[in-house]
């Protein structure tokens, strides 16, 4: 249970077409995924006290576990002064199916996949489980654990607050639309 000043709520009921998505990055893998990625090692013959492939400087559990980035110090002033319009945790369901969820009824948005590198663990996982990109959207948070929803006009004063918060990369990864659902542009770049 948790309490919020009305003025805070989110999502605002003004997101519009051309609102800008802000992708941060996330730690890792985060909590989602892990049946998929339990078939993946089951087939490559893989354990857990494995060098990662992707980072031979861990284990495969230790890249696997790194803890869930938690990013309310860096957002809560943002809110507070009212320049997030709405936000998107990257869990269960993706980019698929977290984002349309704070979106107005009839709104969807575009994600351009190239607007980010795809981290070595996911690039891994695609490849090794032979995963689709449409698959990996719906079930990876592939790099992006919190999405924000802006207005053009405030993205630079939101992406520069996050920078001075220690944010190093945030990425434009795309719009609101006009029409439901998610639209993904540029998936052969993964």
């Known amino acids: 249970?948790?309490?919020v000043e009305r003025a805070h709520l989110l999502p605002k009921p003004?997101?519009?077409p051309n609102d800008v998505l802000l992708g941060l990055p996330s730690s890792?893998?985060?909590s989602n995924g892990f049946s998929l990625i339990r078939k993946i090692l089951e087939r490559s013959g893989l354990k857990y006290d494995s060098p990662a492939p992707w980072d031979t400087t861990k284990t495969v559990s230790q890249a696997l576990l790194v803890p869930t980035r938690i990013y309310v110090q860096m957002i809560l002033p943002l809110v507070k002064q009212g320049l997030v319009k709405g936000?998107?945790?990257i869990t269960g369901g993706?980019?698929?199916e977290n984002i349309p969820r704070v979106l107005p009824d009839g709104?969807?948005?575009y994600i351009d996949v190239s607007s980010w590198e795809l981290p070595p663990v996911f690039k891994w996982l695609m490849k090794e489980g032979n995963v689709p990109p449409m698959e990996m959207a719906r079930t990876f948070n592939n790099g992006?654990?919190?999405v924000l929803i802006v207005?053009?006009?405030d993205q630079d004063v939101v992406i520069e607050a996050l920078r001075q918060n220690g944010e190093k990369d945030v990425h434009i990864m795309g719009r609101v639309t006009a029409l439901p659902g998610v639209e993904y542009r540029r998936m052969g770049s993964w």
């Open 1 to 3: 249970m948790g309490a």
């Open 14 to 16: 003004f997101i519009a």
């Open 28 to 30: 890792g893998v985060h």
């Open 87 to 89: 936000m998107s945790h």
């Open 94 to 96: 993706g980019f698929t």
């Open 107 to 109: 709104l969807g948005c």
């Open 144 to 146: 992006v654990g919190m």
């Open 151 to 153: 207005s053009e006009e």
